[in-house]
C-alpha cells in the first residue's frame, strides 16, 4: 500500500467519522429544541430525518474506509471479496442519500415525500447494485475492455442520476435562502464527487494522487455544505410562525382577515378577487380544520385526491404575499400555513380556536351540492 493510498484512506475516515458525528449531534439537539414545532401535537409524529441520514451516509464512508484499509493491510484488496464489500457500502450509502432527499422540501416533487415514488428508487437502487455485483463475478473485478471496467458501469450511472438529485435539492435549497455562493459551490462540490467516481470505470482517466485529492476536497466540502444546510435549518425553525399566534377570518366571497405577528402581519384584509378557486380550497381548509377531527381536518392533495396537486397549495401562498404586497423578510411560505401531515395529507396549521368563518357565508357554501361532504362535517 502506497503513502497515497493509506493518507487517503486514513484521512476518508476521520473527516467522515467527525462530520457524521457533528451532523448527528445537530440533528439531535434540533430535535429537542424545536419538538413543538416539528411535531405540533398531532397524533401522527412526523420526524424530519434528513440530516440524521446524511449523518449516516457520512458514517458509512468510514465503514467504507475501514474495509479498504483492511483489504490493504491483509492483502484482498482488488479480489472478489474486497469489490463485494465495496458494492454493498455503496448500496448502502446510496440509500441514505436517497432517503435524505425525501425530506429536502425543495427536491424534485417526485422524490419529495412521496413514499411510493422513493420505494420504487430504492428497489432500483438494490436492482442495479446486484446487477454490479454479477458482473463482477461474471467478468471478474479486474476484467476491461479498452482501460473500460465494463463490470461498473451500471453502479456509475446511478451514481450520475443520485448526483443530479442531489444538486438539484442544494442549488434549489440555498437558492431560496438567498445564499447563491452556497448553492452554486454545493453543484461543483457534488459534481466532484460524481468525477472522483469516473476512474472505478475508466481506469486512466486521471492519476492515484488526483483522483485521491479529488474525494477528500469533495467530501469534506460537502461536510461543511451539510453544516451550512443545518444552520439554514435552524434559522427556518426558528423564524417559523407558530400555530397559536396565527388568526384567520372568512369574513365573506373572497375576503379574508389574516393576523401572523411574527411576520408584522396585523388583521390584514386580503381581497382574492378573481383568484376563486384559491380562495374556495383555502375555505376547504379552514374548515377541515374547525370543525373536522384526527384525519378528517386534512385534505389528501395528488394521489387522486379533492386537490389534484401540489401546485394548489402554491398558488394560494403566492397570492396573498401578492395581494398584501409583502416585503422579502414577511412573504410567507408553504410551510406557514400548510403542514404535511403524511401519505399526501395536509392539514391547516392554525388552531381550530384562531379559525372564524361568517355564518352566513358557511351556510352558503356547505349548501352546494358539490360540498356536500363539508356540510356533513360541519352538523
Do not use: C
Given at each position: 500500500m502506497t503513502d497515497i493510498i493509506k493518507f487517503h484512506l486514513l484521512a476518508h475516515i476521520f473527516i467522515s467519522a467527525i462530520g457524521g458525528m457533528l451532523l448527528l449531534a445537530i440533528w439531535y439537539n434540533i430535535r429537542m429544541r424545536f419538538r413543538p414545532i416539528l411535531e405540533e401535537g398531532t397524533k401522527e409524529k412526523r420526524v424530519d430525518k434528513g440530516l440524521l441520514f446524511l449523518?449516516?451516509?457520512?458514517?458509512?464512508?468510514?465503514?467504507?474506509?475501514?474495509?479498504?484499509?483492511?483489504?490493504?493491510?491483509?492483502?484482498?484488496?482488488?479480489?472478489?471479496?474486497?469489490?463485494?464489500?465495496?458494492?454493498?457500502?455503496?448500496?448502502?450509502?446510496n440509500l441514505f442519500l436517497l432517503l435524505s432527499l425525501f425530506y429536502f422540501y425543495y427536491a424534485p416533487p417526485f422524490i419529495y415525500n412521496n413514499e411510493k415514488n422513493v420505494g420504487v428508487i430504492i428497489g432500483i437502487i438494490v436492482g442495479v447494485s446486484l446487477v454490479t455485483l454479477g458482473l463482477n463475478h461474471w467478468f471478474g473485478p479486474q476484467t476491461d475492455t479498452d482501460n473500460i471496467n465494463i463490470s461498473n458501469i451500471p453502479d456509475l450511472i446511478l451514481s450520475g442520476f443520485l448526483s443530479a438529485l442531489?444538486?438539484?435539492?442544494?442549488?434549489?435549497?440555498?437558492?431560496?435562502?438567498?445564499?447563491?455562493?452556497?448553492?452554486?459551490?454545493?453543484?461543483?462540490v457534488i459534481g466532484l464527487m460524481f468525477v472522483s467516481q469516473l476512474p472505478e470505470v475508466f481506469k486512466d482517466s486521471m492519476t492515484v494522487f488526483t483522483n485521491n485529492l479529488i474525494k477528500i476536497v469533495s467530501k469534506t466540502s460537502l461536510i461543511a455544505i451539510c453544516l451550512v444546510l443545518a444552520t439554514t435549518w435552524v434559522i427556518r425553525l426558528a423564524s417559523m410562525p407558530k400555530p397559536n399566534e396565527m388568526?384567520?377570518?372568512?369574513?365573506?366571497?373572497?375576503?379574508?382577515?389574516?393576523?401572523?405577528?411574527?411576520?408584522?402581519?396585523?388583521?390584514?384584509?386580503?381581497d382574492f378577487g378573481s383568484k376563486a378557486t384559491q380562495y374556495r380550497n383555502l375555505?376547504?381548509?379552514?374548515?377541515?380544520?374547525?370543525?373536522?377531527?384526527?384525519?378528517?381536518?386534512?385534505i389528501l392533495v395528488g394521489n387522486g385526491g379533492e386537490l389534484s396537486n401540489q401546485t394548489y397549495l402554491t398558488r394560494i401562498i403566492i397570492n396573498i404575499n401578492e395581494i398584501m404586497n409583502l416585503t422579502e423578510g414577511q412573504q410567507l411560505e408553504r410551510r406557514d400555513l400548510f403542514t404535511f401531515i403524511g401519505y399526501g395529507m395536509y392539514r391547516l396549521r392554525m388552531i381550530p380556536e384562531h379559525i372564524q368563518i361568517d355564518e352566513g357565508l358557511l351556510s352558503e357554501f356547505i349548501q352546494n351540492a358539490d360540498n356536500q361532504k363539508y356540510a356533513d362535517l360541519c352538523n
Open positions: 449523518s449516516l451516509a457520512m458514517f458509512t464512508w468510514v465503514l467504507a474506509g475501514i474495509w479498504g484499509l483492511v483489504g490493504y493491510y491483509y492483502g484482498f484488496a482488488n479480489t472478489a471479496p474486497a469489490n463485494i464489500g465495496e458494492r454493498m457500502f455503496s448500496i448502502v450509502n442531489l444538486m438539484i435539492s442544494f442549488y434549489k435549497t440555498f437558492m431560496h435562502r438567498q445564499l447563491k455562493t452556497v448553492a452554486i459551490i454545493s453543484v461543483v388568526t384567520i377570518h372568512f369574513l365573506d366571497w373572497s375576503l379574508v382577515k389574516i393576523s401572523i405577528p411574527s411576520k408584522d402581519i396585523h388583521n390584514q384584509l386580503i375555505l376547504k381548509f379552514a374548515i377541515r380544520r374547525k370543525f373536522g377531527e384526527g384525519k378528517t381536518q386534512s
